[in-house]
């Protein structure tokens, strides 16, 4: 590995911006979700309708990121990121002001679930779209392992989730902590002064209707995709990662919750020693981070590390519910530092790679087809843990995954390589 010599400052007013909203932002997110989660399975019971809850969150992600791209390429993606983010601070605030009453309805909590997952879809391709037009030349590798340092900053919080859960059997607090934490976002959002141009290079109405632009506009998305064999193949093989990733993560706070006589050893509550084992993973994922902002991989060995690593994730995704504690958090640390390297490779190369005016429709199709594994994954998971064990369920899964690394990275690992061994 060689030291990273960019030609110009990354820390640029936007790009610091950007940053410091998506800490605090993603802190809150953090919280409630994990606060979510354990509310749900409190109250019902059931690993099916805990995987349903996921569902029901992931499912807009199916419809929403691909609709969101041709008028993402067309309007200012700044607007819509700072504004979806002050329609998120009222609505868990509004969550707040329920629960505080003493309010619990699975049927509409799944509802806010979709309405939450709806904007969450259309935020994700507005913002991975903006995001690289912030970046300076010649650091998108720097860039994004600052991006991927944030989740695993966020996700250390959520042992503070369940210490709250585990003293006062409550978490509705946290929703409050998430209003605020978007409301702070949108604020500093709002500051960036980078004036998009990608709307003044969008193909022009040609006397088209609002509909039949929009269905213009998805085709030559699609059409440029069929055509890029490389982000073809890297976004089919996400897809089916995505069903091996988020059904086996969904499993594991259940398998920790209906075995806790597995871990009766240990003095803590199984569901805090699962917060604090899976961290390791956010550990993982912060040194990961870490090591590509300092260094960067040889550009011609890409490709060849991105293969290995796929195939070593599968491996610990199928036996980490397996192991021991002490060799479990191993696991789970080497499996954040694997997961940091294949995002870094696999997002600088593909926005770096994709022209801004066509990046929303490649990023809302990238987002449908590898939500539509996660869900697939997360009922396939939930159904299958309700007649075998989890563990068993994760193998099985994984082992499905490996076999696509062959199948679509191996085969097409002319045209994908044509993409990652690229010197962003």
């Known amino acids: 590995m060689e030291p990273i010599k960019p030609k110009q400052s990354l820390w640029t007013r936007d790009f610091t911006i950007i940053t410091l909203g998506s800490v605090v932002s993603m802190i809150g997110n953090a919280l409630s979700g994990f606060a979510l989660s354990i509310m749900v399975l409190h109250y019902t019971g059931s690993t099916f309708l805990y995987s349903l809850f996921i569902v029901c969150y992931q499912l807009p992600m199916l419809v ?53 997952g709806a904007i969450n879809g259309v935020y994700m391709v507005a913002y991975d779209s903006f995001y690289p037009n912030l970046i300076t030349e010649g650091n998108y590798s720097k860039a994004y392992s600052i991006s991927s340092i944030l989740w695993p900053l966020a996700a250390m919080s959520t042992p503070v989730a369940a210490l709250v859960y585990d003293r006062w059997n409550s978490v509705t607090p946290l929703f409050a902590f998430n209003a605020l934490c978007f409301l702070i976002a949108a604020c500093f959002e709002r500051t960036i002064r980078y004036q998009e141009t990608h709307m003044d290079k969008a193909p022009p109405a040609d006397g088209l209707g609002t509909w039949k632009r929009f269905g213009r506009d998805l085709k030559e998305g699609l059409d440029y995709i069929r055509g890029e064999r490389g982000l073809l193949v890297i976004t089919l093989y996400f897809m089916v990662s995505g069903i091996s990733g988020n059904g086996g993560n969904s499993l594991h706070l259940p398998f920790f919750r209906n075995n806790a006589a597995l871990f009766a050893a240990w003095p803590l509550a199984a569901v805090t020693l699962y917060t604090i084992v899976s961290n390791f993973a956010v550990a993982g994922r912060f040194l990961g981070g870490l090591i590509h902002y300092k260094v960067k991989f040889p550009t011609e060995k890409k490709f060849t590390i991105a293969i290995v690593v796929y195939l070593v994730v599968e491996v610990l995704e199928g036996t980490v519910l397996y192991l021991p504690i002490p060799a479990m958090a191993i696991a789970f640390f080497a499996y954040g530092l694997l997961g940091i390297t294949s995002y870094n490779i696999r997002i600088a190369a593909t926005q770096s790679y994709i022209p801004d005016t066509k990046r929303a429709r490649f990023n809302g199709t990238f987002q449908m087809l590898t939500s539509l594994g996660g869900v697939t994954g997360t009922l396939l998971a939930g159904g299958l843990a309700e007649i075998m064990p989890e563990r068993r369920v994760c193998l099985l899964l994984s082992g499905m995954t490996f076999f696509a690394v062959w199948l679509f990275m191996f085969r097409g690992r002319k045209a994908v390589a044509a993409i990652y061994n690229r010197e962003v």
Do not use: Q, T
């Open 64 to 116: 929403c990121p691909i609709l969101a791209g041709p008028y993402l390429d067309r309007m200012s993606r700044k607007k819509v990121i700072y504004r979806l983010d002050f329609l998120s601070a009222a609505l868990y605030f509004g969550l707040f002001l329920l629960l505080r009453g003493g309010w619990f309805s699975y049927p509409l909590l799944l509802g806010g679930c979709l309405l939450v």
